[in-house]
């Protein structure tokens, strides 16, 4: 069964930093893109970033840029995100997201995590 | 700057059809967005549905279906049952490693 993992939520204070950290199981992690989308309370779903693979390419979106860097390590089956300079506008349930590509060469996320919840705030 | 467009809410009565659309706010939809679905229940993770165009994830029920409808991508549940009522997101590959989700629809079952 594949099952990923979050953890390293907590309560942070503005201008901080925090790193998440997804532990995979029943699959193997260097199969696949990874990811993190992030959502707001009472907001929808932000993809926030990606990783390939070997972990050699990495994508954000704008708003985090500089701030956060995704990185994994394959051999310990596990994910990464580390946030700096966190503001208020950072809080939200980060969940960790396997992107998976099918059959006819389209990507989609194929797993969730049950996410982990990061409060920005003094 | 691009935004992937869903409707904020929907309501359908049960045992009906209700269409939920994802689209562009300049452009069409098409399989090189690699559009997916996802459905979500307040507190809870979010559960993917439809990749593919129209292939569902393991579970889903078949009254759950994807398309494309002029120049969106389409989710289609026929037969709505009271479990259906839920948010639901659709996300679209904007190109140079991008990704983006719409801002969902609220689904009413009443």
């Known amino acids: 069964e594949v099952q990923l993992v979050e953890s390293g939520g907590g309560l942070v204070q503005p201008g901080g930093s925090l790193r998440l950290s997804c532990a995979a199981s029943?699959?193997?992690?260097?199969?696949?893109?990874m990811g993190w989308v992030r959502q707001a309370p009472g907001m929808g779903l932000e993809w926030v970033a990606n990783i390939k693979q070997d972990g050699s390419v990495k994508y954000y979106v704008d708003s985090v840029k500089d701030r956060f860097t995704i990185s994994r390590d394959n051999a310990k089956n596990s994910l990464y995100l580390q946030m700096n300079n966190l503001r208020a506008e950072d809080t939200a349930v980060y969940y960790c997201?396997?992107?998976?590509?099918?059959?006819?060469?389209?990507?989609?996320?194929?797993?969730w995590g049950q996410g982990t919840l990061v409060t920005v705030s003094s | 700057q691009t935004v992937v467009t869903q409707e904020p809410s929907f309501s359908v009565s049960p045992g009906g059809t209700v269409t939920l659309s994802c689209g562009l706010s300049?452009?069409?939809?098409?399989?090189?967005?690699?559009p997916s679905w996802y459905q979500q229940t307040p507190g809870q993770a979010p559960r993917t549905l439809i990749y593919?165009?129209?292939t569902r994830s393991s579970g889903v029920p078949d009254r759950f279906s994807g398309s494309f409808l002029g120049n969106k991508a389409a989710l289609t549940i026929t037969g709505a049952q009271a479990d259906d009522e839920s948010d639901y997101y659709c996300?679209?590959?904007?190109?140079?490693?991008?990704?983006?989700f719409g801002g969902g629809t609220k689904l009413t079952v009443l």
């Open positions: 300049s452009g069409s939809v098409s399989t090189n967005y690699h």
């Open positions: 997201a396997r992107w998976i590509l099918d059959s006819s060469g389209l990507y989609y996320v194929g797993s």
């Open positions: 996300v679209l590959y904007l190109g140079s490693g991008i990704w983006m």
């Open positions: 029943g699959f193997t992690l260097s199969g696949n893109w």
């Open positions: 593919n165009i129209n």
